[in-house]
């Protein structure tokens, strides 16, 4: 267990629709990354917030987007879903100090089904 | 960043040392080696990094050629519990990981 929680586990909705996940970090982690991943495939980096902050992007439309609160939770919303968007959504939190390397904590992930 | 080679899959025995290994010949000289791995519908877990000495944890070892361009992870004595998807990625620091296809990884009884 890495106390990095998410939520809910499961979603389906409808081509068109918006989408809101949620994350919890880990005690005492500043930083949020949020990634996508396809069936078969490696995870894909979507964004990272650092301090309430978006700290580097992947390559994503921006009708996905997030925010990260004062208690470092942090959400991911996406707009307009596509059938393309059904995947795992995970949810990572680290520790980010200038100069020193630190390691990534996945949460279970989310599984989005869009019809 | 610099890309990763890795196979795509292979077989342990269960007991047996697992050596997976990783081709980077461009990577750069503040680039660490990092390793994930990610059972079956889980979020990836972190393994182990390094940069140019070798490192050992409680789950594994990493093994980085004096040349930095290829490196092993070793997972010491196999358990089913190892069977995932193993990631190598190169990274300056693990902002924005890189994940490939990784090398699936089947320990048997």
């Known amino acids: ?115 | 960043d610099a890309k990763t080679t890795q196979p795509p899959s292979m077989d342990c025995a269960e007991g047996r040392a697992a050596n997976l290994p990783c081709n980077h010949s461009t990577i750069s000289g503040n680039e660490y080696v990092y390793w994930y791995r990610q059972i079956h519908s889980q979020g990836p877990q972190y393994i182990i990094h390094g940069l140019k000495n070798n490192e050992t944890n409680e789950m594994a070892s990493l093994i980085i050629t004096e040349d930095r361009k290829s490196s092993t992870l070793i997972l010491p004595h196999a358990t089913l519990r190892d069977t995932a998807v193993y990631y190598c990625i190169v990274r300056v620091n693990d902002y924005k990981l890189s994940f490939g296809a990784g090398t699936t990884v089947t320990v048997r009884a």
């Open chain 1, 1 to 115: 267990e890495t106390g990095v929680t998410q939520s809910p586990t499961h979603l389906i909705k409808t081509r068109g629709q918006q989408v809101t996940l949620r994350c919890s970090s880990q005690s005492g982690h500043n930083t949020v990354s949020w990634y996508q991943q396809a069936l078969g495939q490696g995870p894909q980096f979507i964004f990272q917030y650092y301090r309430e902050e978006e700290n580097g992007r992947g390559n994503f439309p921006p009708r996905f987007s997030g925010l990260q609160f004062p208690n470092y939770s942090s959400e991911l919303n996406v707009n307009a879903l596509e059938l393309d968007d059904s995947a795992l959504y995970l949810c990572a939190s680290s520790n980010q100090e200038l100069g020193r390397v630190y390691e990534q904590y996945f949460g279970p992930g989310t599984r989005l089904t869009v019809t």
